[in-house]
């Protein structure tokens, strides 16, 4: 079972900027986790934001935040961040950030490979 805590949410005006962390605990220290960031805007479903492989050397991104959006990873501190510049009004949502275990070759943003999730923290960009 793994433990995911956020944070790093809050209100930015449109065009700043913000970091999101994701500490993870686990007492299974030797099974490799990929990490993704999901974000649920008001009303909406939740969707993929970005992904980060076990071992840090691949990165996936949805197309609405390439360029914009960072992913990365420390594995001595076991935390993923999201850093998050140019923000739109509609990055506007609740993020979550999740890990999967690695069942495939390719990094994959698919929900469904995702099994443990955290709390999430609220990311509103103003107009």
């Known amino acids: 079972q793994v433990q995911l805590v956020e944070s790093g949410g809050g209100v930015v005006q449109a065009g700043g900027s913000l970091r999101l962390s994701c500490a993870r605990s686990?007492?299974?220290?030797?099974?490799?986790?990929?990490m993704g960031w999901f974000r649920q805007p008001p009303g909406k479903e939740r969707e993929s934001v970005a992904a980060?492989?076990?071992?840090?050397?691949?990165?996936s991104y949805a197309d609405s935040v390439k360029g914009r959006f960072t992913i990365s990873g420390d594995n001595a501190k076991k935390t993923i961040y999201l850093q998050m510049d140019n923000l739109k009004p509609e990055d506007t949502a609740v993020y979550f950030c999740?890990?999967?275990?690695?069942?495939?070759?390719?990094?994959?943003?698919?929900?469904?490979?995702?099994?443990?999730w955290g709390q999430g923290t609220q990311v509103t960009v103003s107009s």
């Open positions: 686990t007492r299974s220290r030797n099974i490799p986790y990929n």
């Open positions: 999740a890990a999967g275990r690695v069942t495939r070759s390719l990094l994959s943003r698919e929900l469904s490979d995702y099994n443990s």
């Open positions: 980060i492989s076990w071992n840090g050397e691949s990165t």
